[in-house]
């Protein structure tokens, strides 16, 4: 009879302890929900298309003229153009790697997970490297006009056609219109063009001439 009211007791304790557990992860399923609808994805989604959209426009000039304009004029300062916009798509990627990562270290244990923003996210990632070494090209920037090396202009030539497959993906404003559920799709899609990319070219990203100098100051 005491060994029965034991067990009794033992598997109330085990269903309440099963219970907390379940609770607690239904509250941090809610919560990484609230961040997944609250992160004002389609916002992101527009500013990344009007940074890939502006810098096509921006590249082509800069080869057209073999020059960088940097003056405060209606069409100048393409280098902080350039750096603001590589910069903010950076950020933009920053965070839902971020979040991601979250999702994934929670996803294990959770009774309905928040869906991935890039599947099999890693360090081995290229894009986010690519953005970075991209906008270090045009930084620090000037008002001083520069005339376009040999050697800045096949990085700005790489750089325009990275930025083009980019384009392919997001389309324009017109044509194209993405929707939110679409997001970790176009995220990954833009992870894929770019590894593809550099597999084409058969351009070692970490050892090429281009790509390493991208990190040196901008114009040398």
């Given at each position: 009879?005491?060994?029965?009211?034991?067990?009794?007791?033992?598997?109330?304790?085990?269903?309440?302890?099963?219970?907390?557990?379940?609770?607690?992860?239904?509250?941090?399923?809610?919560?990484?929900?609230?961040?997944?609808?609250?992160?004002?994805?389609?916002?992101?989604?527009?500013?990344?298309?009007?940074?890939?959209?502006?810098?096509?426009?921006?590249?082509?000039?800069?080869?057209?003229?073999?020059?960088?304009?940097?003056?405060?004029v209606e069409d100048g300062e393409q280098a902080r153009q350039l750096h603001y916009n590589l910069r903010?798509?950076?950020?933009?990627?920053?965070?839902?790697?971020?979040?991601?990562?979250?999702?994934?270290?929670?996803?294990?244990?959770?009774?309905?997970?928040?869906?991935?923003?890039?599947?099999?996210?890693?360090?081995?990632?290229?894009?986010?490297?690519?953005?970075?070494?991209?906008?270090?090209?045009f930084d620090p920037v000037d008002h001083t006009n520069r005339t376009v090396s040999a050697e800045l202009?096949?990085?700005?030539?790489?750089?325009?056609?990275?930025?083009?497959?980019?384009?392919?993906?997001?389309?324009?404003?017109?044509?194209?219109?993405?929707?939110?559920?679409?997001?970790?799709?176009?995220?990954?899609?833009?992870?894929?063009?770019?590894?593809?990319?550099?597999?084409?070219?058969?351009?070692?990203?970490?050892?090429?001439?281009?790509?390493?100098?991208?990190?040196?100051?901008?114009?040398?």
């Open positions: 009879m005491i060994l029965k009211k034991r067990l009794v007791l033992i598997g109330c304790c085990l269903a309440f302890v099963m219970l907390l557990l379940l609770t607690y992860s239904f509250y941090k399923e809610k919560r990484m929900y609230e961040q997944y609808l609250t992160s004002n994805i389609r916002q992101d989604i527009v500013d990344l298309k009007s940074a890939i959209i502006n810098n096509d426009v921006i590249f082509n000039r800069i080869l057209e003229n073999d020059k960088i304009i940097n003056e405060t903010a798509m950076s950020q933009i990627i920053d965070k839902y790697s971020l979040m991601n990562l979250s999702f994934s270290q929670e996803s294990s244990w959770l009774v309905k997970p928040a869906p991935l923003f890039i599947n099999d996210l890693g360090l081995e990632n290229i894009w986010p490297r690519t953005l970075h070494r991209m906008h270090m090209t202009k096949a990085r700005i030539q790489e750089y325009q056609q990275l930025n083009q497959r980019w384009l392919n993906i997001v389309g324009d404003f017109e044509s194209t219109v993405i929707e939110e559920k679409d997001w970790p799709r176009i995220l990954n899609d833009m992870e894929q063009a770019t590894r593809a990319y550099f597999k084409e070219k058969k351009v070692d990203f970490v050892e090429d001439d281009i790509w390493r100098d991208a990190l040196n100051p901008r114009y040398n």
